[in-house]
């Protein structure tokens, strides 16, 4: 998030969460040598606790907590969008790729779902992409399973459709390299 999203903002953001008591950590990988191909892992992560998962799953996350979290969510989509940023393979290579973001959100100890954000969309449908992700984690029985997942929101459809991570490299990465 280095040199897209403000400093200030950030230490902002980290004021709130933690005046709500909630721990709130950033990380850009963006530079970093990353292992994974790109459509795996987003060069800007967001990461959400099992414990505040499982606490919206069961309706005890407040709402002022939950709206704090969708406006840290949408104020770091909004900077991000349209920007591009330098990122750094394994093998130590650079190039120019847009930004995007994952919101990681751990449902238990062995349960993950990574929603990708991706795309230059106006706030309405980003609200609704949150919106609709925390929904899914709520109606669905994912936190019964056990494994890595990956969402990808379908705008027409106005809907997530979800992968588990072997089906999703199956899909997208094999199939695009080869």
Same mark, same amino acid.
């Given at each position: ?8 903002? &950030?230490?902002?953001l =980290?004021? /709130?969460?933690s ?8 990380f850009? $990988? +963006?530079? *970093? ?9 987003s ?15 069961l309706?005890? &996350?407040t709402?002022? =907590?939950? /709206? ?11 900077? $991000? +969008?349209? *920007?591009?940023?330098k ?6 290579m650079e ?25 230059d969309?106006?706030?309405?449908i ?35 459709t ?12 094999l199939?695009?390299?080869?």
């Amino acid at each position: 998030m280095k040199g897209i999203v403000p400093e200030y903002e &950030l230490e902002k953001l =980290s004021r /709130d969460f933690s005046s709500a008591g909630i721990e709130f950590d950033y990380f850009d $990988i +963006s530079e *970093e040598p990353q292992a994974s191909a790109e459509e795996i892992l987003s060069p800007i992560l967001l990461f959400l606790s099992s414990d505040i998962i499982q606490a919206y799953i069961l309706g005890l &996350l407040t709402s002022t =907590s939950y /709206d704090l979290i969708k406006k840290a969510v949408l104020l770091i989509w909004r900077y $991000i +969008s349209g *920007e591009r940023i330098k990122v750094t393979t394994a093998s130590g290579m650079e190039s120019i790729k847009e930004a995007n973001l994952d919101l990681d959100l751990s449902l238990n100890d062995r349960t993950k779902v990574k929603f990708k954000l991706k795309g230059d969309i106006s706030d309405e449908i980003k609200e609704k992409c949150i919106d609709n992700a925390f929904q899914l984690l709520k109606s669905s029985d994912l936190s019964k399973t056990k494994g890595g997942y990956i969402a990808l929101y379908d705008i027409d459809q106005d809907s997530w459709t979800i992968y588990q991570d072997v089906e999703f490299v199956r899909k997208f990465i094999l199939k695009k390299n080869g």
